[in-house]
């Protein structure tokens, strides 16, 4: 079925037959196809990929508690996994296609109820309608039982709603997330972009809450020379929290500059403030009078908060002739994981991709997440995570694999520190001049 909403996609936009290239001039910042499907910073022709592969799990944590009430880890998980996949860069002569997806089941050997598969799909669609207006759509949408595996799938992709936070149990989580801005180019200096998104979470574990929300933005940016943009941004924000009583908005207003350095380098800056509008319900304790009169210690009620927060990010980006590499470090408000929600969000990342010419090609990934509720009275979580894989070409269509991927967790001042990671190898048919590259 995904195969085939694919091909749809690209025969609707076969009448197009050249190609758009920096139709908003260096340094303009840009969604839609953006660098979907792009593998060592270079664009790929689109790219099937069949995997097969035995993988060794440690340290998942499903949402479960034993007998005396501790949390259920499970450790020394054998299997095998099969994979289906496509990734890769289609242009035409006024649009840019960017596909990224990947399929997977797996099956353990010795315990079967911890069989699953995941699929993660992220689409992007640019397309220039006139001299002067040029649209960028995208969607991303999946499903994971494991944050394992999944945590550093969707990093590549800025603005995912899906981070390593997003996922703290191994518990199945569903999302999607769909996105349209439309830029008006008023010259060759000046853009202006408005737009928006819808989004939602659903998890499968009852305990677990969801999310669902929308946002709305807009944006001017302005080049100042060849290499240097500068512009400001509003966002506002909307969450809802289907399981729970409660809702959050969210109105930010930052500053941005984006400038290249030499002729590889890419850096953007951010800067502002977020005014986070929070309404939800928590335990308190009730005054002892009243509690010998009914016997209770603590009851519920609702509460309302308002406050403002500093937000900034900034990512560096380099590229070279066969690799890819970025940083980046983002202070600002996430939705929450599930248990936490509306939080204070600080993230840093780093990746690099390498694709040889003829054999070899290399990944690296590594993040670091904290959570603070704004309304929630919860100690911070923390996750580290972090991967590397190598892919070798053993002959044209066929490719031998490797990857490690680790996550920690941890709860601060309480006693919950978890570690989980995963070894995989494997074997991959892909016909291709290059060799396959995964994130």
Wanted: net charge positive.
């Amino acid at each position: 079925m995904k195969t085939r909403m694919i091909a749809m996609v690209l025969v609707c936009c076969s009448t197009m037959t050249a190609q758009v290239t920096n139709y908003l001039g260096p340094g303009i910042l840009t969604r839609g196809a953006g660098d979907i499907g792009v593998r060592g910073g270079q664009d790929v022709d689109l790219r099937f990929y069949v995997n097969a592969s035995g993988i060794y799990d440690n340290g998942l944590q499903p949402y479960a508690v034993d007998s005396t009430g501790h949390l259920v880890t499970v450790n020394g998980l054998w299997g095998t996994e099969v994979a289906l996949g496509a990734y890769g860069v289609h242009k035409f002569r006024h649009a840019r296609l960017g596909l990224d997806y990947k399929g997977t089941y797996r099956h353990y050997t010795e315990k079967s109820s911890y069989d699953g598969s995941d699929h993660q799909l992220a689409l992007g669609y640019t397309y220039q309608q006139s001299r002067r207006l040029v649209f960028d759509m995208r969607q991303l949408a999946g499903t994971a039982s494991q944050a394992t595996s999944f945590g550093g799938y969707l990093t590549a992709v800025p603005d995912a709603l899906i981070t390593p936070s997003s996922l703290l149990f191994d518990n199945r989580a569903n999302f999607l997330q769909s996105s349209l801005d439309v830029n008006y180019i008023q010259s060759a200096r000046t853009t202006f972009t408005f737009g928006g998104e819808g989004f939602g979470v659903w998890r499968q574990a009852k305990g677990l809450i969801g999310t669902q929300g929308w946002d709305m933005r807009g944006t001017i940016q302005h080049r100042l020379s060849r290499r240097t943009t500068v512009g400001v941004s509003y966002q506002h924000a909307h969450y809802d929290f289907p399981k729970a009583f409660g809702e959050s908005d969210i109105n930010s207003a930052t500053g941005i500059l984006t400038s290249q350095l030499g002729r590889s380098w890419d850096v953007t800056l951010r800067g502002g403030a977020y005014q986070a509008e929070v309404q939800g319900l928590q335990r308190v304790a009730v005054d002892p009078a009243i509690a010998a009169l009914l016997g209770v210690t603590s009851t519920i009620e609702t509460f309302y908060r308002k406050s403002i927060f500093p937000q900034w990010d900034a990512t560096l980006h380099r590229r070279f002739q066969r690799a890819d590499l970025s940083f980046a470090y983002k202070r600002g408000v996430s939705a929450g994981n599930g248990v936490y929600l509306t939080s204070r969000e600080e993230s840093a990342s780093g990746y690099l991709s390498y694709t040889g010419i003829r054999k070899w090609s290399f990944s690296a990934t590594a993040g670091y997440s904290r959570l603070s509720g704004i309304g929630q009275d919860l100690k911070p979580y923390s996750q580290l995570t972090g991967g590397a894989g190598a892919t070798y070409a053993l002959t044209n269509p066929i490719h031998l694999f490797v990857r490690y991927d680790a996550r920690h967790q941890e709860i601060v001042d309480l006693t919950f520190r978890q570690t989980s990671y995963r070894a995989t190898i494997g074997i991959s048919f892909s016909p291709g001049d290059v060799p396959l590259a995964f994130h």
